[in-house]
């Protein structure tokens, strides 16, 4: 497609649950992030790949959150047991290189 | 520590009435300014991004500019269109092109 896109757009999970969520970087982008974003406030920087390295992850709030680009291309990135503390707006974007990043529409989780 | 301090934090004109918003930034090293506009329930959408002090970009009824402290998103004329929350981000000291961004400055237009 032209742009980012993450699904799930909108997920509801009870306290205790694993979530997965997916990013598709646009086509050729090396570079791909994930940020957090809480309500009324400016996202948050989770972690960073180039192709399929991990080059920083420095963001992530616990060990309950992983991210993966097995392939260089699409990502997922795995909250274990949430937390209601987890409840946001996870977002994702990829850039040629270190340049402009473009974001995807995001995902709305909600931990009941 | 990189930092980014919006304001104001909400905005309100009447179409028409210019206005500026500021983003006043702390960092090690500017590798580069950013500005986004953010609708509700949607992602970031990129307007411009800045790289030295003294540059400047236009968009329509947008206008950012940079110094060595401040960015500056001037808009002229504003439409009810133009309302959303308008987000400045800086890549700073990290090798690794993670973005820092301020709280945002949400503007509403009034027709």
């Known amino acids: 497609g032209a742009g980012v896109s993450q699904s799930p757009r909108y997920k509801v999970a009870k306290r205790g649950q694993d979530v997965a969520l997916r990013c598709d970087p646009i086509?050729?982008?090396?570079?791909l992030f994930w940020y957090q974003q809480a309500l009324g406030q400016g996202p948050e920087f989770l972690t960073y790949?180039?192709?399929?390295?991990?080059?920083?992850k420095s963001g992530l709030p616990s060990d309950r959150f992983f991210a993966e680009r097995p392939e260089g291309s699409v990502s997922t990135l795995k909250i274990q047991r949430t937390q209601q503390e987890d409840s946001a707006v996870y977002l994702c974007?990829?850039?040629?290189?270190?340049?402009?990043?473009?974001f995807g529409p995001g995902t709305r989780l909600t931990v009941l | 520590e990189d930092q980014v301090t919006q304001s104001p934090e909400a905005l309100r004109l009447q179409e028409g009435e210019s206005s500026s918003l500021n983003c006043s930034y702390t960092?090690?090293?500017?590798?580069?300014l950013f500005w986004y506009r953010q609708d509700p329930g949607k992602g970031p959408e990129f307007l411009f991004t800045?790289?030295?002090a003294g540059e400047e970009k236009e968009k329509e009824r947008l206008k950012a500019t940079l110094t060595k402290k401040e960015s500056f998103l001037h808009i002229t004329a504003p439409k009810p269109e133009d309302s959303a929350t308008y987000l400045c981000?800086?890549?700073?000291?990290?090798?690794?092109?993670?973005?820092?961004f301020g709280q945002g400055t949400t503007l509403q237009v009034k027709p």
């Open positions: 974007a990829s850039s040629r290189g270190l340049d402009t990043q473009y």
């Open positions: 086509s050729g982008h090396v570079s």
């Open positions: 790949f180039q192709n399929e390295a991990q080059l920083d």
């Open positions: 960092v090690s090293g500017l590798r580069g």
């Open positions: 800045l790289y030295s």
């Open positions: 981000a800086v890549h700073g000291s990290s090798n690794t092109g993670k973005l820092i």
